[in-house]
């Protein structure tokens, strides 16, 4: 079993900790191997990010994502950038709100989770990426939801917990909704 995810947006959405908390969750709390790489441009904020990760049964060879399972997108540039990589048969996430053009794609399934959308109602639009986690998990099921909330409170500041993971569920209910439909 190999699963590879890409996490792909901008700076400052919260890309790379949120491939950090997927792999943390996968080997830490999860029991399973797996890597993070991260890559991002000379921006601090606004420039082109992705964050991968790799989860596996056996021992990992080869740490790079290179045809993913799952698209995890939050940005248009992010969209054109990556969509034709997903695997036949793969799953893209992304946020309707922040990628307004989409192609017509038929070898994947696509779910739209308005996660900043979500993020704004709870009044914090940097935790939108926790929303999308929450959709992550409820749509793939490739990683334990616990694992994911452990993980969660063991990589965000003190003091933000109780907005983090409600933005977390926030994003598993509306992904458990749509799975339904």
């Known amino acids: 079993m190999r699963i590879e995810i890409r996490f792909a947006g901008f700076g400052g959405q919260g890309i790379i900790k949120s491939g950090i908390i997927v792999a943390a969750a996968a080997c830490i709390h999860g029991g399973k191997n797996a890597v993070q790489t991260q890559s991002y ?27 993913p399972d799952v698209l995890i997108v939050m940005s248009q540039h992010a969209y054109n950038e990556y969509v034709d990589d997903v695997k036949s048969g793969g799953i893209i996430i992304m946020d309707p709100d922040m990628v307004p053009h989409e192609k017509n794609l038929k070898k994947v399934r696509v779910f739209r989770i308005p996660a900043t959308k979500i993020a704004d109602e709870l009044g914090r639009r940097i935790v939108a990426n926790i929303a999308m986690l929450g959709a992550f998990v409820a749509i793939t099921n490739m ?21 983090n993971l409600a933005a977390f569920e926030k994003g598993y209910e509306y992904g458990k909704t749509l799975l339904k439909s």
């Open 41 to 67: 441009g000379p921006e601090s904020r606004g420039g082109a990010c992705k964050s991968e990760v790799v989860i596996a049964e056996e021992d990992i060879d080869f740490p790079k994502v290179v045809e």
């Open 143 to 163: 990683v334990d939801e616990k694992s994911v909330i452990e993980s969660i409170k063991a990589n965000i500041p003190k003091g933000t917990e109780q907005l």
